[in-house]
């Protein structure tokens, strides 16, 4: 199975691909790490990121594996006269897509557990990047993710004998003593 970071950051991806809204926009022009190839100039693509991972921290004891996934969703077109309404649109879209029941089947439809805890938006940067003889607008939308990493299986043997020894001090001499329980194992 791949890691479970892998899974949620392509059910991210998946999630805006199933969306007709941005599909409108960006098509399959929906990438998953900064080196794809982002396509012909001018046409709007998206990029899904994890930018950080960190354990959450908890007062439970054991305390369960839970973290904290910081996912940066890029979005980029080219300039002109509705680059503003594109980016609100598209941004509009990834809010609605992203909720936890949907990305959980996600995840687990790829083979992984459906271990989400909770999803924020954390908020958007503006920005425009120039390039060569056009300019390119950006909104940079950042989500915290929250979920429980699944313990893995351990294969250990069965338990069937647990033994304890002492000694015992008496006033006519030392006496040892053993206890043997033998588990059944049916």
């Known amino acids: 199975m791949k890691p ?4 949620i950051r392509q059910a991210l991806a998946d999630r805006l691909r199933q969306s007709p809204e941005i599909a409108a926009f960006a098509g399959d022009r929906i990438f998953l790490n900064r080196f794809e190839a982002w ?3 001018g046409l709007t693509t998206i990029g899904v990121y994890v930018i950080s991972e960190e354990p959450l921290e908890t007062d ?11 996912v940066t969703v890029e979005i980029l077109s080219r300039e002109d006269a509705a680059l503003e309404e594109r980016l609100d649109q598209i941004a ?4 609605r897509s992203y909720t936890l029941d949907p990305l959980g089947e996600l995840v687990k439809a790829a083979g992984g557990p459906d ?8 908020g958007n940067d503006r920005g425009y990047l120039p390039e ?3 300019t390119i607008g950006a909104n940079i939308m950042a989500f915290s993710l929250e979920y429980q990493q699944p313990w893995a299986d351990a294969e250990l ?3 069937e004998t647990a033994a304890t020894d002492w000694r015992a001090q008496t ?8 206890n043997i329980v033998q588990l059944d194992q049916d």
């Open 171 to 178: 006033p006519e001499g030392e006496i040892e003593a053993e």
């Open 92 to 95: 509009d879209q990834v809010l």
């Open 39 to 41: 396509g012909e100039a």
């Open 60 to 70: 439970i004891s054991p305390p369960p594996d839970e973290r904290r996934l910081t």
């Open 115 to 122: 271990t989400f805890l909770k999803i924020e938006w954390l």
């Open 132 to 134: 060569g003889e056009h």
């Open 4 to 7: 479970l970071v892998t899974l």
């Open 157 to 159: 043997p069965p338990f």
